[in-house]
């Protein structure tokens, strides 16, 4: 590590033991895509709030719109005064370039999303990555099978879709040896159409024999209760994307309705904050990892 990865990383943490904690205690550390500093600002202090461990999640999109050096900023801004443990994760991301950019730039977390290869390569190029970060302290979440919808550029169509094979998943996770697993069990991004239908027996058969904490992609639009069983199942991190992409736009549509002819930009982003920060809270209390800073 350079002084700049050391100077950041002082204060981030990886999501390895937040994760084996959380699988231990049957909660789930909550992931949620940032979309700017205030949409940041609102993870960290609703972590604050909940004193729960966090994920501060990129899309590929997000860290390529904005650039890496400005996230690492507003980050290190909001972790000088923050005491909850906070990991900076890369998601799905299928391009190594951008993995290594973000590793020396200071994430202690990324996402290798080589799923839509055949499984040989899905799983050489899950290990390469697992090789680069690992001695840079930084933890690797690993996908397998085809999680369906879109997020970020990455396209699944129903007909594409399949779930984790078992056999494979406990050959994929003792060679990749990921920090976080992700095997696509029947949820999917974007917005649910119709009830999702989550394979709970493959769920539980994957996570009781590989042991590896469980993510779970695309929480946006689940009951209650179907989050509560997948936790209790394996998952240990779920991530919640979609639902504050709605917060940040209707936060500020509503805002500026109710007050059609006030021309306040900051309160405008004050009443967006508000909103993402109560979403992020629910979920937080929701996933069980309120109190577990
Ligand atoms: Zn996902």
Redesign the pocket.
Known sequence: MNDVEKDTRMTLENMSQMLKEAQDNKYAVGAFNILDYNSTKAVVQAAEDANAPVIIQTSAKTVIFWGCSAIICWVKELLSSSKVPIALHL??CKDLQLIAECIKAGWSSVMIDASSKPFEENLALSRQVVEMARPKDVSVEAELGA?VGV?DDIHVKQQDAHLADPEQAIRFCAQVKPDCF?PAIGTA?GVYKGEPKIAYDRLEEIAAKTAIPIAL??GTGLADDVFKKCISLGCAKV?I?TQLKYAFIDGFVAYHNAHNTEYNPLNVIDAQFNKLKAGIIEKINLFGSAGKA
């Open positions: 998601d799905h999680i997020e992700a991004h992609h695309g991530n994307s």
